[in-house]
């Protein structure tokens, strides 16, 4: 179908079930304080994918899932992916994934929603400033680990599905569910199920959708691509245990300054990754591309205002989006084994281990990125003559993902953008990593489309995450769950073979 024929199609439909808008807008409304509570409940659970403490929680957030769905009436598994095998050789079940099924009507279009319900790491003393755990309520926003990154996006598109059912509503669309536990650590396990299911649970979908991603500004928008991740840990080990900085001090090359001296050779301070190989593989930038960032609502003082510093890497509105969505970065993020508690302590670690990555953008291959890094810092370490031992171990490699923004299934979006809020929307990359997008294309070789539910200033990964129950934008954005009975309906149409008379 041509873009002029699903757009005709998408004008018709809003006039053919006018009345059904407005039940629906009445329903969500109503319903609202039962989607908060249902989001309390789902924040409650630590499902925090990186800590292995935490595992049996996470095991329990995945059986909540699957249970919420069962209730719903929808044709549920939960998939054993396997087990996965720590740095230390400790081996772990994975949380299994939940697979859901709502309608096969051979008639209709299949949409796959994925999701993940894994969180990362939160604790009061990190800075927040309510129970991380807790849903905490503050002028309409909804505090609390998981809100908005991914915990409320996925209950949304569940309530949405729920709506049609309680106002007995045929589904425009089949739907299916993929939603997962493991999304913030690599998606350990997905891929591989992925590629055992394509020809049976994936076999008849015909577009993927993911709403693990948010907005830029108060525009709405469409994001078509993210970069991917390769996560490093740099161990340096030195002495047999830790020791008396004033006893051993002066005597004994110390790992931790082996350790500094090496992650400081990964970039400058510039911003230049200084790993060879790296910078060139990316692909170069386009006229077209230059074009579209320039187009994007963006302000950089807000921008600088809201993060809280007081110079940006980059001057101009192209190049800072062009480094935050479609460059390589390299981001050092701890050392474990060094003394971080309050108060003073004289010690020499033994062994410590620096944490840091590197986001991927097209043509980089993590397989690459890895020798890469690797050859580099024994390199660098070499050169110190220490004789501590470095082992340096990715434990993240995930694949950037991009998307066509001419496909019929973006001119769907865009048009279903253009009738919720009367605005075309931003297209927009994302800076982060949904290691499941770029599996998804390659192995099932669907269309997908990121549809962002998050707010611009939600506080992913961060202190304090919120989700909003009412993001406002300059026309003022309705609730999610009815900004999606609407992309349904968009969906219902894309693709079809309707003439354009």
């Known amino acids: 179908m041509n873009p002029q024929t699903l757009l005709l199609i998408l004008l018709l439909l809003p006039a053919a079930r006018a009345f059904q808008f407005t039940r ?43 249970q919420k769905l069962r209730l719903m009436g929808g044709t549920v598994e939960l998939v054993d992916i396997g087990e996965q095998e720590l740095p230390n050789g400790q081996i772990l079940a994975l949380p299994k994934v939940v697979t859901a099924q709502f309608g ?86 997905l891929d591989a199920m992925i590629l055992a299911q394509r020809n049976t649970f994936f076999s008849d979908v015909d577009y993927i959708i993911i709403s ?25 080990k030195g002495p047999k245990q830790d020791l008396h900085s004033g006893v051993y001090g002066g005597s004994v ?3 931790m300054t082996d350790l500094i001296g090496i992650l400081d050779s990964l970039i400058s301070p510039s911003g ?28 950089l003082e807000n921008y600088k205002n809201k993060t809280g510093v007081s110079q940006l890497m980059y001057d101009n509105k192209v190049d800072l989006l062009a480094h935050m969505w479609r460059y390589p970065t390299v981001s ?28 991927q953008v097209p043509n980089m291959d993590p397989a690459v990125v890895k020798t890469q890094v690797t050859d580099y810092l024994h390199s660098v370490f070499g050169k110190r003559k220490s004789p501590n031992k470095l082992k340096v171990s990715m434990v993240i490699g995930a694949k950037p993902w991009l998307a066509n923004t001419q496909h019929p299934l973006y001119e769907a979006g865009k048009a ?27 192995v099932t070789g669907k269309s997908i489309i990121m549809i962002p539910i998050g707010g611009f200033d939600d506080g992913l990964h961060s202190q304090n995450e919120k989700m909003s129950r009412l993001d406002i934008c300059s026309s003022g954005r309705p609730r999610a769950e009815f900004w999606l009975f609407m992309c349904l309906l968009s969906l219902s149409g894309c693709g079809g073979h309707l003439e354009s008379g």
Request: proline letters at 5%.
């Open 332 to 359: 050092i993020h701890g050392i474990e084994g060094a003394f971080s508690d309050p108060g003073t302590k004289t010690v020499i670690p033994a062994k410590v281990t620096g944490k840091f990555s590197i986001r």
């Open 24 to 66: 629906m807008a009445q329903y969500v409304d109503s319903h609202q304080e039962e989607y908060v509570e249902a989001l309390r409940d789902w924040v409650a659970i630590e499902s925090d994918s990186s800590n292995v403490l935490k595992r049996p929680d996470l095991h329990h957030m995945m059986e909540v899932v699957a």
């Open 212 to 236: 693990d991603c948010g907005w830029l500004s108060r525009r709405p928008a469409l994001t078509y691509g993210t970069r991917g991740n390769c996560y490093f840990f740099a161990e340096v």
């Open 253 to 255: 090359i110390e790992p």
């Open 416 to 442: 279903a953008v253009n009738k919720v809020f009367n605005v075309d929307p931003d297209l927009i990359r994302e800076g982060g990593t949904i290691p499941i997008a770029r599996t998804f294309q390659d």
């Open 104 to 189: 096969n009507d051979t008639s209709k279009h299949t949409v796959c929603v994925y999701g993940h319900v894994d969180v990362q790491p939160a604790k009061l003393e990190d800075g927040w400033n309510t129970d991380p755990y807790n849903l905490t309520e503050i002028n309409g926003h909804l505090y609390g680990r998981g809100a908005s990154d991914n915990k409320a996006p996925v209950l949304a598109w569940i309530h949405a599905v729920g709506a049609y059912q309680a106002l007995h509503m045929d589904l425009p669309v089949n739907v299916k569910f993929v939603i997962e536990g493991m999304e913030e650590t690599g998606s350990n396990g």
């Open 272 to 299: 230049k990754i200084q790993i060879p190989g790296i910078r060139e593989a990316v692909a170069p930038l386009t006229d077209e591309e230059w074009k579209m960032y320039q187009d994007i609502e963006f302000d």
